[in-house]
Each structure stands twice: as structure tokens, then as C-alpha cells.
């Protein structure tokens, strides 16, 4: 088995031609309109735009050692996809992005946070340039905090409350 892409670089030359080029002008556009604090690098086996520890020191709640995922941009088996974590901690804008790339006719399939597609001309890039350029950084902490509602000190409450049965008894 081949190993795993650990650059950006690496990333983008093992793929196929025409997926790279439509990754390459994505990415483009990724870049152009993110907050300056969002860093790029490869996380979770895609392309990965975060924000690094420097920024969110408590990292990901799911892997804290991990720094806060904000978008990643990937090629799959069977599509390429653009994973829009930003949107999924905030609905208005998940509404607000589909309702805009609805109305330019092209194809819309996304699940919770993450956009299939099949070639670059099905990504409408200046739906995804307005977007990303509507989210910055402390606008989406603070939706990713808020839809945690606390999901960070329950691991602790619920390890305090087995201490006290396991001493009760």
C-alpha cells in the first residue's frame, strides 16, 4: 500500500489530471477568500484548512491535538468533495450557501457539511469565494463553541459521578 500524501503537494501530484486541476482552481479560491488566521496543510487525508492551536488553543473537541477543522478539500473514489465544516456549526449560512448555489442551476449535493462533486464546472466558485469570505475566524468559533453547549465538560461530570459510586459502594 502506498503511503499517505503528507503535503499539500504531495496530495495534489498523486492525483489524476483533471482532478487536479479542478482541485487546484478550488483551492484557488479557498485561499483568496479565507480569514488569514485559517492555515492550510493536510489533516484527516485530504487538503485540510484549520485553525492552528496559536489561534483555538483547546484544538478540536473530538482530538484536541488536532487544530479546529474549517474546511478540507478532497478527491474520492467516486467524486471530489468540499468539506464545509464552517457551515456545519451554523445553519443560517449552511441555508444561506444552498440557497445560493441552488440559484446558480448547478447541481447541489451536499450532507450535513460536506459538497459531492463530479467536475470543477459543477462548483459555483463564487458562491464558495462569498462564503468563505463571510466566515472568519471569530465568527466561527464562537458558532462552534455555542453548538457544543458544554459537550466539553461532560466527559468530566460523567467521570466525577463514577468516582463518587465507586467510592459510595
Not at 496559536?54 to 484536541?64: A, E, T
Not at 440559484?103 to 468563505?132: H, I, N, Q, S, W
Request: charged share 30%; proline share 8%; with cysteine.
Amino acid at each position: 500500500m502506498p503511503a499517505q500524501p503528507t503535503t499539500v503537494s504531495e496530495y495534489l501530484a498523486s492525483l489524476p489530471p483533471e482532478r487536479k486541476k479542478a482541485l487546484q482552481a478550488v483551492r484557488k479560491v479557498m485561499r483568496a477568500n479565507l480569514d488569514p488566521k485559517i492555515k492550510e496543510g493536510m489533516q484527516y487525508g485530504m487538503i485540510g484548512y484549520f485553525v492552528p492551536h496559536s489561534v483555538y488553543p483547546s484544538g478540536y473537541h473530538c482530538d484536541p491535538e488536532q487544530p479546529l477543522p474549517f474546511a478540507g478539500l478532497a478527491s474520492r473514489k467516486s467524486h471530489m468533495s468540499l468539506s464545509m465544516f464552517c457551515l456545519y456549526t451554523d445553519p443560517a449560512e449552511t441555508k444561506r450557501f444552498e440557497a445560493a448555489w441552488k440559484k446558480t442551476g448547478k447541481r447541489f449535493d451536499m450532507g450535513k457539511a460536506c459538497v459531492r462533486f463530479k467536475k470543477l464546472e459543477d462548483v459555483p466558485l463564487e458562491v464558495l469565494g462569498a462564503t468563505l469570505k463571510r466566515i472568519r475566524v471569530a465568527r466561527f468559533v464562537k458558532s462552534y463553541e455555542t453548538s457544543l453547549g458544554g459537550a466539553r465538560k461532560a466527559p468530566a461530570r460523567k467521570k466525577a459521578t463514577r468516582k463518587k459510586r465507586a467510592s459510595a459502594g
